[in-house]
């Protein structure tokens, strides 16, 4: 038994796996963002839907109808909601360049608060600080259809030329996209809920899948550290792909090595046929991941305080 | 000398309710939090990010300690940890709720500038007769009054007679008040704006749906299939035409409906969810350790 399974409950029931494989994944994007600061040329895909923002910028431009933004419904600041921030950030500074109007809806008061200050940065950044309005950027209610019906009256009363939806959206990704498609909006939207990611991609013009969203901002300002972090990630994917190859193979060897004898009644003899395991936690990968040791007695002297005041 | 080895560690975290030391520990956050918060202000640009920086790193820090520093095993309440390693993973988890609870209070400050957020823009609609300044008008009203019932349908029920209030027979105006305002009208408000999802979903399924390409006419004819085995009569009627087909046969018995839309599900969709659920979690570690470590700059500089 290792030591941090001796002492550590965390280790028993997940086992040293779990932090073994992170700690190799962020060596890979710490690695990847080294290469890319000193100045590796790495290369990021194209991708369809974030090509697509510079065009629904220009086309409220042309239209001369403020574009929407939605963070998502987090419950609090998260990775998500900053990546969608980050995202919207650039949405925000191209939006100032053409003197287009924003309006950004947030679920979350933490949300709205760094969005807030962000995007007021993104025009101070441009010194178009005059063109900011701080009322663009708003909470409207942290409750998620009083968000949906608030949302979708904004969307219909100031006819949103276009619409970014990105971010964690759960049963009102629909009602957003429908009442933006009714307006005839160009929409932009990813949802890192993959239940709805398919009402997205039915409504939507452009929809980032998975985890494409994280790459947006690296893919839109070509940062090297984003960029390299998004190398980090394909590495990290092409790592998890070996390991469900090595798992397959592993557990089918596994499998077709037990072998049990049965009657054959062509024959009339008993022959060896391989024999599945009945209960998959006996497989070598699930032990590596989730080990499920058994329960652990310690010896530890009381302490008598705590005795006390429990009695 | 090393602390963590003293039998008995005095526990900064979990001070007992009401007692001097966990006054004296609100009392200090307090004071160093309005210390933070004014050093944050006065101080120059250039050094405030990396304060930010340093306290996001340690706040970051602890969750990752968390996760890696051994837990101790099995430790009841009226157990004392036996060495180092136990004190420092007790200590650690010790922390959890109140670190979660300073989250919380940030989180609780952040709710008044949202309100503050929803004031301005209202009260100045409202003020200035803009278009649909009825709307703001009971938009107000509403946060208001909510607020004010909702309240003190709470303050009459503690204390001891507060479980009699689970009788409507002895409810007074705040209880009925708020019973009108929350199940009477938010929570009908928001099953209507979850109903209307319903007609959502055909309108975009009509338009998702419709043969333009090939990947449509897939998705349509999966779609069918899938929808199909989830109607019993249909699921039956073909099942059963399949059975008396196939006579025995197992590798027609794999044509019954439920066992195509099953294999649809457990072939296609899983394995897709599942690659999706990858590369959103990886994103989400690159993100997260982005802004542990503060290497990203915010802004999305073009």
């Known amino acids: ?43 990021i895909r194209r991708i369809a839907g974030l090509n697509a923002i510079d065009e629904a910028i220009g086309r409220a431009t042309e239209m001369g109808r403020p574009v929407l933004m939605v963070p998502g419904l987090s419950d609090n600041v998260n990775a998500i909601a900053v990546q969608a921030i980050n995202i919207f950030a650039y949405v925000s500074r191209l939006a100032a360049r053409f003197a287009n109007p924003i309006l950004l809806c947030c679920y979350n008061a933490a949300v709205f608060t760094l969005a807030q200050e962000v995007i007021r940065d993104v025009y101070q950044e441009e010194g178009l600080l005059d063109r900011f309005d701080p009322d663009s950027v708003r909470f409207v209610s942290d409750r998620q259809f009083a968000f949906a019906a608030g949302v979708s009256g904004l969307i219909l009363r100031e006819q949103t030329a276009a619409t970014f939806f990105l971010g964690e959206f759960y049963a009102e990704a629909l009602i957003f996209a429908e009442t933006a498609n009714s307006i005839g909006a160009i929409q932009v939207a990813s949802s890192t809920e993959a239940t709805q990611t398919p009402f997205f991609i039915a409504a939507c013009d452009y929809v980032l899948i998975g985890d494409e969203f994280y790459a947006a901002s690296a893919y839109l300002t070509r940062q090297p550290v984003l960029v390299g972090s998004l190398v980090g990630q394909d590495w990290s994917k092409l790592l998890v792909i070996a390991l469900i ?25 008993y022959k060896d046929v391989s024999e599945r395991q009945s209960d998959p936690k006996q497989s070598f990968i699930q032990q590596l991941a989730t080990p499920f040791l058994p329960k652990m007695e310690v010896e530890r002297p009381k302490d008598p ?7 | 000398m090393n602390l963590f080895l003293q039998s008995k560690v005095p526990n900064f975290w ?34 405030r990010r990396p304060v930010v920086a340093f306290c996001t790193f340690i706040g970051g820090a602890y969750w990752v300690l968390l996760y890696i520093f051994p837990a101790p095993i ?39 500038l949202g309100i503050f957020s929803l004031l301005s823009i209202h009260l100045k609609r409202i003020s200035r007769r803009q278009k649909d300044w009825a709307y703001s008008v009971i938009l107000l009203v509403s946060l208001v009054s909510m607020a004010f019932f909702g309240y003190a349908d709470y303050i009459s029920r503690q204390g001891p007679d507060g479980t009699k209030l689970d009788l409507q027979a002895n409810w007074g105006f705040v209880n009925y008040g708020r019973d009108l305002l929350f199940d009477g009208l938010l929570q009908q408000m928001d099953a209507a704006m979850f109903s209307v ?57 794999n044509f019954q409906l439920t066992e195509i839309a099953g294999w649809i599900r457990r072939t ?35």
Do not use: C, H
């Open chain 1, 1 to 43: 038994m290792l030591i941090a399974e001796a002492v550590g409950q965390q280790y028993r029931e997940t086992g040293w796996f779990g932090v073994l494989f992170t700690a190799i994944l962020v060596s890979f994007l710490l690695i990847n963002i080294q290469r890319a600061k000193m100045g590796k040329n790495l290369y």
């Open chain 1, 245 to 269: 190859l090595f798992g397959t193979i592993f557990n089918t060897i596994t499998v077709q090595s037990k072998t049990t004898k049965a009657w054959d009644d062509d024959n009339g003899v």
């Open chain 1, 305 to 311: 305080e705590a005795e006390a005041s429990s009695k």
């Open chain 2, 14 to 47: 979990a001070q007992p309710f009401n007692s001097q030391g966990i006054w004296m520990g609100v009392l200090g956050g307090l004071l160093v939090g309005i210390l933070i918060f004014l050093g944050l202000m006065f101080m120059p640009a250039q050094f």
């Open chain 2, 74 to 112: 099995d430790l009841q309440k009226t157990e004392m940890p036996t060495g180092p390693v136990e004190s420092i993973g007790k200590w650690l988890t010790d922390a959890n709720p109140v670190v979660v609870s300073i989250s919380g209070t940030v989180t609780a400050f952040m709710l008044g």
């Open chain 2, 197 to 253: 999802i319903a007609f959502y979903i055909l309108s975009a399924a009509y338009r998702a749906f419709r043969i333009r390409s090939i990947e449509a006419t897939i998705l349509l004819s999966t779609a069918l299939l899938v929808i199909l085995s989830l109607m019993g009569a249909v699921a039956f009627v073909w099942n059963d035409a399949v059975k008396n087909m196939a006579n025995g046969n197992d590798f027609l018995m």
């Open chain 2, 268 to 302: 296609f969709e899983t394995s897709s969810l599942r690659g999706i659920a990858f590369g959103v979690g990886i994103g989400a570690l690159a993100m997260g350790l982005r802004i542990w470590l503060s290497l990203e700059r915010t802004g999305g500089g073009a």
